[in-house]
């Protein structure tokens, strides 16, 4: 997994492109924020943690000093019904200190 990652990483950023990355805290978002080579990792994670924390910080689960400077975002709650007139969907809930889309 990381071995595809760092390549996705190194193709974006070659085309000027910041990468960033989703995926479980306890699974590959987690494999990512703890591998010790950090050689062409994504500048950007983005965990889901469904703890209906609205948090990027409080209930960081890796090294406090990963992913700072506006890089995080957290997942902290999936299929929560939104009802909007009249119509109910299922929406999933993220808290956001970092870009979800640059662009200019």
């Known amino acids: ?54 948090t990027t910080t409080a209930d960081w689960p890796w090294d406090p000093s990963l992913y700072t400077g506006h890089s995080r975002g957290h997942q902290y709650m999936a299929n929560s019904r939104e009802t909007r007139n009249g119509y109910t969907i299922n929406v999933d809930r993220n808290a956001w200190d970092g870009p979800v889309a640059v662009v200019g």
């Open 1 to 54: 997994m990381l071995t595809y990652v760092r390549s996705f990483t190194r193709t974006l950023r070659s085309k000027t492109y910041r990468a960033g990355y989703y995926g479980f805290s306890s699974s590959s978002a987690k494999a990512v924020a703890t591998a010790t080579n950090r050689t062409d990792l994504p500048g950007n994670l983005w965990y889901a943690l469904w703890d209906r924390q609205y």
